[in-house]
């Protein structure tokens, strides 16, 4: 098993940035692809992106790609997601994922989930 607890959400203006980050425990850290996706109301949860184990491979929606950067931290079993030049269609909730393979992006290829954090981007 692997605990998940993200934190870092807001609300933010446009134009803005935001880190989230997530917390992981459990099952070693290491172990694991890790992903973020997003869910807006009324909305199927989407994927955001995602980082291999060792973090030196990373995998982004378009919809998200240069302005989104996924990292993480093995030694403190955490991994972020830095956002900028955030727009309203950015906002939802966010979710921390542990999984197998960093080049899936389906909500079926990872395991266990966080559970999220609201992210507000106003105009």
């Known amino acids: 098993q692997v605990q998940l607890v993200e934190s870092g959400g807001g609300l933010v203006q446009v134009g803005g940035s935001l880190r989230l980050s997530c917390a992981a425990s459990?099952?070693?850290?290491?172990?694991?692809?890790m992903a973020w996706f997003r869910q807006a109301p009324g909305k199927e949860r989407e994927f955001v992106g995602a980082?291999?184990?060792?973090?030196?491979?990373?995998n982004y929606a378009d919809s998200v790609k240069g302005r989104v950067t996924i990292s993480r931290d093995n030694a403190k079993n955490t991994v972020s997601l830095q956002m900028s030049s955030l727009k309203p269609e950015d906002t939802a909730v966010y979710y921390c994922?542990?999984?197998?393979?960093?080049?899936?992006?389906?909500?079926?290829?990872?395991?266990?989930w966080g559970q999220g954090t609201q992210v507000t981007v106003s105009s």
């Open positions: 459990g099952r070693t850290f290491t172990d694991y692809s």
């Open positions: 994922a542990a999984g197998w393979n960093w080049r899936l992006n389906r909500t079926q290829a990872y395991d266990y």
């Open positions: 980082i291999s184990y060792s973090g030196v491979s990373t």
